[in-house]
């Protein structure tokens, strides 16, 4: 019995193991967001199949989760790549529909299909990776840059009326993407999120239990998909009014 148990165990600790072997990504993306400027016909990003098995790359745009209609069109939306093949996505504006006051963002899904298999029962995962697809129209008042320097921090109350969070105002015409904020000194570090233009986000925090000043520190990403440098500064209790969603 202890054999047979052992057995079992070995044969579901391997398919796991597989398991994480096959979820990494192959198909290597040459960038972690693409920009489209109002001017500019179309945008590119290069992507590369860097495993040693052939995948079929299937692509699309959308606006969000279960938001598939977007304006932005993806170039070839099927294609083959051979191991260590390279090839080259574009994509364009299809409507002009857009708001001119401040940056659209959406996403480019990129999912690597494995060919099927000739051995009997292989598992196989199709792995899907996102990136952030900004339409930055021009005009547009102050510069990417600078948009951090901007935002407003505060502590408010929880939306549930228990703890406390951390709520960002940005007032600028860019989307703000923070890397996480670190919480008196890093004795908490919220999660990663993006703060729409002319919108707010609210972080939950749960080192401390009501409303309080708080030190934080961040850092953002910038148009290169490089980190900035990190910001210090305080955060001052506000009214628990409910956050601006961004329009």
């Given at each position: 019995m202890l054999n047979k148990r052992f057995i079992i165990s070995a044969v579901v600790g391997s398919v796991l193991a597989a398991c994480t072997l096959v979820a990494g990504a192959s198909v290597m993306l040459?960038?972690?967001?693409?920009?489209?400027?109002?001017?500019?016909?179309?945008?590119?990003?290069?992507?590369?199949?860097?495993?040693?098995?052939?995948?079929?790359?299937?692509?699309?745009?959308?606006a969000g989760e279960g938001k598939n209609k977007a304006p932005l069109l993806v170039t070839p939306p099927l294609s083959r790549l051979d191991p260590g093949a390279e090839n080259i996505l574009r994509i364009v504006r299809i409507s002009n529909d857009l708001p001119s006051d401040r940056e659209s963002v959406f996403w480019l899904n990129v999912k690597e299909i494995p060919e099927k298999s000739d051995q009997p029962n292989v598992l196989?995962?199709?792995?899907?990776?996102?990136?952030?697809?900004?339409?930055?129209?021009?005009?547009?008042?102050?510069k990417?840059?600078?948009?951090?320097?901007?935002?407003t921090l505060a502590v408010v109350a929880a939306e549930d009326g228990k703890g406390a969070a951390l709520r960002v105002n940005n007032p600028s015409a860019y989307n703000i993407t923070f890397t996480g904020f670190k919480i008196n000194g890093g004795k908490e570090q919220t999660k990663a999120g993006m703060v729409p233009a002319f919108g707010a986000m609210d972080f939950p925090l749960?080192?401390?239990?009501?409303?309080?000043?708080?030190?934080?520190?961040?850092?953002?990403?910038?148009?290169?998909?490089?980190e900035t440098p990190e910001v210090v500064t305080?955060?001052?209790?506000?009214?628990?009014t409910p956050a601006a969603a961004g329009k």
């Open positions: 040459g960038g972690t967001r693409v920009i489209i400027g109002e001017k500019d016909r179309q945008a590119s990003i290069p992507l590369k199949n860097t495993g040693s098995s052939p995948y079929v790359v299937q692509t699309w745009i959308d196989q995962i199709a792995v899907r990776t996102r990136i952030k697809v900004f339409y930055r129209p021009a005009g547009l008042a102050g990417p840059d600078e948009a951090r320097s901007l935002i749960t080192a401390i239990s009501s409303p309080q000043p708080v030190d934080v520190s961040y850092t953002t990403i910038n148009d290169y998909g490089g305080k955060a001052a209790v506000a009214s628990a």
